[in-house]
């Protein structure tokens, strides 16, 4: 039996409780590991096919009476993630999250050099929330550890390396990595390969 194989007895009978109160408390979702935390559930909506690892957190943290967070149809996202949506975050379909991963639309302040800029003697968490909308289009693949910063889109089917910071908006069909992430290749739907940008 391949499931105990890759399993073991022990993390069988926790795949099989996990299912159990999957099917109870989220029965359009594929599988949750639990412990998973989940706050302002209202103002989320998820597709069927959800599935997550452990130790994940999802939050929507509206300034009104409306869904902030918006996840398609067979989101995978591995453990401790951590999403927040104070504005809107809408994720595609088929997207793919590595370990340990930090997606947000909203920080403790503002920083953009205008009229709005939050003073360095505030403590941070007595400073206004600051919020841009973030999307993430379908089958977009993020690596460990990746962050995924206010304001940003991250185009359809791109993938971004392992510890990369997406502080400004990238386009569909890339490899980017890097802090700030920046693309290093793009897919060439003539030759249907990943080629080197220049």
């Known amino acids: 039996m391949k499931i105990l194989q890759h399993y073991g007895y022990f993390g069988l009978v926790k795949i099989v409780i996990n299912v159990i109160k999957t099917r109870i408390f989220f029965h359009k979702a594929r599988l949750i590991r639990f412990p998973f935390d989940i706050r302002g559930k209202n103002f989320v909506k998820i597709d069927e096919g959800f599935t997550t690892g452990v130790g994940c957190r999802v939050e929507a943290l509206p300034e009104g009476n409306y869904k902030t967070l918006f996840i398609g149809k067979n989101f995978q996202m591995n453990d401790y993630v951590h999403i927040t949506a104070m504005q809107s975050v809408i994720i595609g379909d088929n997207v793919l999250l590595a370990s340990k991963i930090y997606i947000s639309d909203c920080t403790h302040g503002s920083y953009g050099g205008d009229d709005n800029d939050s003073h360095p003697d505030t403590p941070p968490d007595k400073r206004s929330l600051f919020s841009k909308p973030v999307i993430i289009e379908d089958n977009v693949w993020l690596g460990e550890f990746v962050s995924v910063l206010p304001g940003v889109t991250i185009g359809k089917g791109t993938i971004v390396g392992a510890n990369s910071v997406v502080s400004k908006s990238l386009p569909p069909y890339v490899i ?23």
């Open 176 to 198: 980017a990595v890097g802090s700030p992430a920046k693309p290093i290749k793009c897919y060439n739907f003539d030759t249907q390969k990943w080629e080197k940008i220049c």
